[in-house]
Every structure is written in C-alpha cells, then in structure tokens.
C-alpha cells in the first residue's frame, strides 16, 4: 500500500524554525515535492527533490528560508523552514512522482501521483 507521511507540523511564533517529514512507503518514487494549501487559497509549490541526486528547486517565495533533504536509507525527504512567517501558515503537502521528466515541471500539482494527507503550520506573529 502506498503511503505518504507528513510529520512535524505545529504552532509557532514568527522567526521560528520547524522540520518537516514525509516518509514513503509502498512505491518507489523518483521525485518528491512539497506543497501547502492556505485556507480559501490554492495549493502552492514549495519545492522538489529526486532521490537520485541533484540540487532541490524551489520556489521564489521560500528561497533562502526553506530547505529540502532527503535521506534515502529512511525513506524520508525533509523540509527544514526557518524565519518562519504568518504568510507561511498552511496545511504542508508531500506528494510523490513516479516520472523523471526536468525538474521544474514538478512545480505543477498535477505531475505528482501520490499525495499525504498533510500536516498543519501555523505561524503567529
């Protein structure tokens, strides 16, 4: 069964720091992303990486604040997020692609196959 397992999620003050998790079990994905979905807003690109090597690419909104890691032996890809801000208050998505097509194609939900169920950032000021 495929499964995606976001972790990590809570309530914090603005320039904080929280560490996302999202284990994956049951498929092998090449491509793994991370998007959040704010209320009455559409879900957003944050970033994606492969498992097989390579830079992570984000998007212009999170540069320089978020990072993506993996850790293959786990399972698992990271999304550490520092300086966070109230405008960073979402439900935080991982959501997993069997393809390999140029990396930025996977900005686009819809390029992904598999998704969590999400966990919940909420930032306070």
């Known amino acids: 069964q495929v499964q995606l397992e976001e972790s990590g999620g809570g309530l914090v003050q603005a320039g904080d720091s929280l560490r996302l998790s999202c284990a994956a079990s049951g498929r092998t994905f090449s491509t793994m992303g991370w998007f959040r979905q704010a209320p009455g807003k559409e879900r957003e690109f944050v970033g994606v990486?492969?498992?097989?090597?390579?830079?992570?690419y984000y998007a212009d909104s999170i540069k320089g604040r978020f990072t993506m890691s993996r850790d293959n032996a786990k399972n698992t890809v990271y999304l550490q997020m520092n300086s966070l801000q109230p405008e960073d208050t979402a439900l935080y998505y991982c959501?997993?692609?069997?393809?390999?097509?140029?990396?930025?194609?996977?900005?686009?939900?819809?390029?992904?196959?598999?998704w969590g169920q999400g966990t919940q950032v909420t930032v306070s000021s």
């Open positions: 959501a997993g692609a069997r393809t390999n097509y140029a990396i930025p194609h996977y900005s686009s939900p819809g390029m992904y196959d598999y």
């Open positions: 990486i492969r498992w097989s090597g390579g830079s992570p």
